[in-house]
């Protein structure tokens, strides 16, 4: 496959972290129970609030609120990311050996996940960034866990690396999360999904054909046969 | 039977160069800060610390690696996010330069292997990281099609944890999210010192709703509500 | 996210022949009696029944085993302690008799295998029966000098839990050693329905002191408190 | 060894059941959790009311307190036994999968189980009584991660089944609860230990001597250097 690179399109800019966040809240259906990983997938809570779908986090939180204002910061309620959050009727605070047996046992309905790199199979490679020279040692968490666990695991991520390099390959360079784990991945110029026959390309945003999307990407995609623009 | 000790200095006086210690705590919540002061101060040397990570939101503990009172880490997310805070922070320092061995577990395996240490169980089977570098030198076996990992139980000699409050035969009650490793490390421990923040009577704790039961618990403390830290205000 | 029944009829109708039922419940307390109840009037057959043991303490379940709804239990207490109720026990005849097979296990293994099931970990190893006709058809794994077994994992269809109070999401809390089994049942099952004393407003519990958080729960009917266990007056 | 036979002997008479359990309840430590078995070994908590030593139930309960008089009956308040009890301050409830993480992980300082046999080398049968005729099926209950968790075994029982037949063997013929877990054998007659060189011979009830303990028991013992009378 020749060098792939970000190019310039005459449409619509590529989505912002927000929007990429707004088109997977879509996605999630009233009733589900979903895990929210660090980066753009925390933005997903921004999309959802009012509708019927439960945040757990890992830390041992179920029913997780949105973000504490100023007056409402109580050290004793953080989510995963250390962030001060809220609790909501129905929240329940437990440890985390049951966070996790969770998380494990597949109570997670949907796990929305950053990445790094993802594979034409579905491997998942997001928790160890080579260059930063660490070896093999890196920030696990809770990564491992969730792919395995979840019933969906929906990865959230730019297309590019902020080197113009490409995140979905036909194989990952980086070392694995989980293997063939992701079912669908939204970057901020598709949404593709992964599929026994191979990555299945959906939906594109406005401007930006299957064509370009394709030559974008470092894993040979199929178009969908109700391929269409993204719709927000 | 009275477990409560007047000081946290008197509570880790037995703790031992080369002593294996879980802390509670993930980044700031729960983490038992007096306990993990008092420690930097007595100075015991070539310690393996079991905790989410060191020294973001716990601040405390980065007094242990300028002391080098740390050997080896065993944690779940160990660097600060950013490669930029990491450059700056003394435990990944410490670890780039191999002055501090550093051992990775999925959270979900290394809560586990704490529980399981508790819970008379040598070793269980995971398919967390199954795969991946994490599987490398371990037994992987297929359950159902699906690849599993096993993992042994890790047993330490001493746990630090924080409770919101605690009885004088230790059982222990936490506050939300500051449960989090508390109870499975007091699980896994030879011996568990509590810092609680108020100390009551026994009988004062309702019995239908003890996070964890005094039988996990061998020394209880009160040390107040730690500051908050001042990395929590923020996140990571 | 609203999980409430208006019945227990309605509640188990989707129980299906064959199906794997955890049944909470210690003896008397903690038991599903309406749940049972209702299941024996529902008729399915071919039943495999997860639970202590059948009968005593739990009547309700006598229902199952005179309707010949059972084929085969999974226990760790199953038969009246004392041989001349046994050979009064419906239960005791039917094994006796090849009609309802029998499977055995230590408490702490028939436990941990239901909270394995919900936990996603497919196997564990525990030296209890270790040497003993438990350990019949097992394997047997030695760590640091101990002779283990492996367990698998005991995942199931429906779970039936008795709880105090839940809410309209499926949060539960227990009331004393009515707890017991119901939470690692709960965890086990694909559909945990959970009978409750008294039904509260979503946001009525104490978010800190939940003992079976709702998302380990589908279904939640109101049934009151339920009736003394005549046997309970005499124990076992 | 020649047939072992329950004999009549001129002094005080073999113990009650209740003196068992006042041997036993003598033995146990200030600051112990202790498990009581059914049977004999429920009767240790009649002796050890007000002193320091905590109680656990496997139902789920630490610090379980004496049997409920009439008035202060719960259903939701038993022993692992299915009898009424109380609480106290201080006691905790807590789920089975916690219970037995207690009792496997060596929380208890002590069991204290029935028994059917014990072998000269500690091995256990408590839980299954051939003559049923329930083959391999029997109650196990908790016996079995009492026997392999606790940190000291004590078996409460008489030297003599109800026939007549020795419960103390060179080899069990029962299945077994447990191999090579007994510390402590206290019968009606004497007090034995299970040491590395076999059983030792510790205590006899007034009036019986070491040679008569030899004679009731099918198995070789050693009699202690301090063998001495038991003291109640």
């Given at each position: 496959?020749?060098?792939?690179?970000?190019?310039?399109?005459?449409?619509?800019?590529?989505?912002?972290?927000?929007?990429?966040?707004?088109?997977?809240?879509?996605?999630?259906?009233?009733?589900?129970?979903?895990?929210?990983?660090?980066?753009?997938?925390?933005?997903?809570?921004?999309?959802?609030?009012?509708?019927?779908?439960?945040?757990?986090?890992?830390?041992?939180?179920?029913?997780?609120?949105?973000?504490?204002?100023?007056?409402?910061?109580?050290?004793?309620r953080i989510n995963a990311s250390c962030q001060f959050v809220r609790d909501m009727p129905g929240t329940s605070?437990?440890?985390?050996?049951?966070?996790?047996?969770?998380?494990?046992?597949?109570?997670?309905?949907?796990?929305?996940?950053?990445?790094?790199?993802?594979?034409?199979?579905?491997?998942?490679?997001?928790?160890?960034?080579?260059?930063?020279?660490?070896?093999?040692?890196?920030?696990?968490?809770?990564?491992?866990?969730?792919?395995?666990?979840?019933?969906?695991?929906?990865?959230?991520?730019?297309?590019?690396?902020?080197?113009?390099?490409?995140?979905?390959?036909?194989?990952?360079?980086?070392?694995?999360?989980?293997?063939?784990?992701?079912?669908?991945?939204?970057?901020?110029?598709?949404?593709?999904?992964?599929?026994?026959?191979?990555?299945?390309?959906?939906?594109?945003?406005?401007?930006?054909?299957?064509?370009?999307?394709?030559?974008?990407?470092?894993?040979?995609?199929?178009?969908?046969?109700?391929?269409?623009?993204?719709?927000? | 039977?009275?477990?409560?000790?007047?000081?946290?200095?008197?509570?880790?006086?037995?703790?031992?160069?080369?002593?294996?210690?879980?802390?509670?705590?993930?980044?700031?919540?729960?983490r038992p800060a007096a306990l993990t002061l008092a420690l930097s101060k007595r100075g015991v040397k070539n310690?393996?610390?079991?905790?989410?990570?060191?020294?973001?939101?716990?601040?405390?503990?980065?007094?242990?690696?300028?002391?080098?009172?740390?050997?080896?880490?065993?944690?779940?997310?160990?660097?600060?996010?950013?490669?930029?805070?990491?450059?700056?922070?003394?435990?990944?320092?410490?670890?780039?330069?191999?002055?501090?061995?550093?051992?990775?577990?999925?959270?979900?395996?290394?809560?586990?292997?704490?529980?399981?240490?508790?819970?008379?169980?040598?070793?269980?089977?995971?398919?967390?990281?199954?795969?991946?570098?994490?599987?490398?030198?371990?037994?992987?076996?297929?359950?159902?099609?699906?690849?599993?990992?096993?993992?042994?139980?890790?047993?330490?000699?001493?746990?630090?944890?924080?409770?919101w409050k605690g009885d004088h035969e230790g059982n222990l009650v936490y506050r939300f999210t500051a449960q989090?490793?508390?109870?499975?490390?007091?699980?896994?421990?030879?011996?568990?010192?509590?810092?609680?923040?108020?100390?009551?009577?026994?009988?004062?704790?309702?019995?239908?709703?003890?996070?964890?039961?005094?039988?996990?618990?061998?020394?209880?403390?009160?040390?107040?509500?730690?500051?908050?830290?001042?990395?929590?205000?923020?996140?990571?």
């Amino acid at each position: 496959m020749s060098k792939i690179m970000k190019i310039t399109l005459p449409g619509m800019p590529p989505l912002e972290r927000e929007m990429i966040a707004l088109r997977i809240a879509n996605m999630l259906e009233d009733g589900a129970y979903v895990n929210l990983g660090i980066g753009i997938p925390t933005l997903v809570s921004n999309w959802i609030e009012g509708r019927d779908i439960i945040i757990q986090s890992e830390i041992g939180m179920l029913k997780c609120g949105p973000l504490a204002e100023e007056g409402e910061i109580d050290q004793d309620r953080i989510n995963a990311s250390c962030q001060f959050v809220r609790d909501m009727p129905g929240t329940s605070y437990f440890n985390v050996e049951t966070s996790f047996a969770m998380i494990r046992g597949g109570c997670m309905d949907v796990a929305v996940l950053g990445a790094l790199q993802v594979s034409a199979r579905g491997d998942l490679a997001g928790w160890n960034t080579p260059a930063r020279g660490l070896g093999k040692r890196g920030n696990i968490g809770g990564s491992m866990d969730l792919a395995v666990g979840a019933k969906k695991v929906i990865v959230a991520m730019e297309h590019f690396t902020t080197n113009g390099e490409p995140k979905i390959l036909t194989e990952c360079s980086y070392p694995l999360t989980a293997k063939a784990c992701v079912d669908v991945i939204v970057t901020n110029y598709a949404l593709i999904e992964v599929t026994a026959k191979g990555l299945v390309l959906r939906e594109a945003i406005p401007g930006v054909s299957a064509e370009e999307v394709q030559k974008m990407t470092a894993a040979p995609l199929i178009v969908a046969e109700d391929f269409h623009e993204m719709e927000l | 039977m009275d477990k409560v000790y007047s000081s946290v200095e008197a509570a880790i006086e037995d703790v031992f160069d080369g002593a294996i210690i879980a802390f509670g705590g993930f980044f700031s919540a729960g983490r038992p800060a007096a306990l993990t002061l008092a420690l930097s101060k007595r100075g015991v040397k070539n310690l393996t610390v079991v905790v989410q990570q060191v020294g973001t939101g716990n601040e405390e503990m980065l007094e242990l690696v300028v002391n080098g009172q740390i050997k080896r880490a065993v944690c779940n997310y160990p660097f600060p996010r950013s490669a930029s805070k990491g450059a700056r922070h003394p435990f990944e320092q410490a670890v780039r330069k191999g002055e501090i061995g550093l051992e990775i577990y999925p959270i979900g395996t290394f809560v586990e292997k704490l529980r399981c240490a508790g819970a008379g169980i040598p070793a269980f089977y995971t398919a967390a990281g199954a795969g991946t570098v994490v599987a490398e030198g371990k037994e992987v076996r297929v359950f159902n099609g699906i690849e599993y990992l096993l993992e042994l139980a890790l047993p330490v000699d001493f746990a630090f944890v924080h409770a919101w409050k605690g009885d004088h035969e230790g059982n222990l009650v936490y506050r939300f999210t500051a449960q989090n490793y508390n109870n499975a490390m007091a699980m896994a421990a030879k011996v568990t010192i509590a810092e609680v923040e108020t100390l009551v009577e026994t009988g004062g704790l309702n019995p239908n709703f003890i996070h964890t039961p005094g039988i996990f618990v061998k020394r209880v403390v009160e040390t107040g509500k730690p500051e908050l830290s001042g990395f929590s205000l923020g996140g990571i």
